[in-house]
């Protein structure tokens, strides 16, 4: 068997990724104290971060969401610790409208890199908190709006954006 590179070794795939979510979620007492509400938008914060992945911990209030988005080329994967969140994607047949995705407290979703969802908070009167992880960590992000004729590109942010 042939060596791969400490890069290659750091990198985690999808189902890696949820293995990292599932753990850390486990262990509330590691992040439970630093969830934070925000009125403003959804609140987040990077609370483990390596060469080869992050976490971050997200509170989103009723309504709350984060539009539909791509990681560039990091694989990702989260967990809904408390309420429920939607996941939105737009299906690969022309034609197709919107899949909504209940995501519920313990429930975990992995994708690979370049994956297109909306993330959100649809319930009318109940905080909603989830943990998440990407490989490599995050360094650019595309926003895209919906059109009738699907989505096009609204938009891209660096690390330092967020």
């Known amino acids: 068997m042939g060596q791969g590179s400490a890069t290659e070794q750091r990198i985690l795939d ?3 990724l949820a293995a990292e979510v599932r753990r850390l979620t486990a262990t509330p007492a590691q992040w439970v104290t630093r969830v934070r ?3 403003e938008g959804r609140w987040y914060e990077r609370i483990a971060a390596s060469d080869g992945y992050e976490m971050w911990l997200i ?3 009723p309504g709350q ?3 539909f988005h791509d990681h560039g080329g990091s ?3 989260f967990s809904v610790v ?6 939105c994607v737009l299906p690969a047949r022309a034609g197709a409208g919107v899949l909504v995705n209940q995501v519920r407290a313990g429930e975990v979703r992995a994708f690979g890199a370049h ?3 909306d993330v959100r908070n649809s319930a009318a009167g109940s905080v909603a908190v989830s ?3 990407y490989s490599p960590p995050l360094s650019m992000m595309t926003r895209y709006s919906l059109t009738p004729g699907g989505l096009t590109v609204a938009g891209t942010e660096g690390a330092g954006d967020w």
């Open 75 to 77: 694989a990702g994967a």
């Open 14 to 16: 999808p189902r890696q």
């Open 131 to 133: 943990v998440h992880a």
């Open 59 to 61: 509170s989103w209030l």
């Open 65 to 67: 969401s984060t539009g």
């Open 82 to 87: 408390w309420g429920t969140l939607d996941e």
């Open 115 to 117: 994956y297109v969802h």
């Open 37 to 39: 509400l925000d009125p």
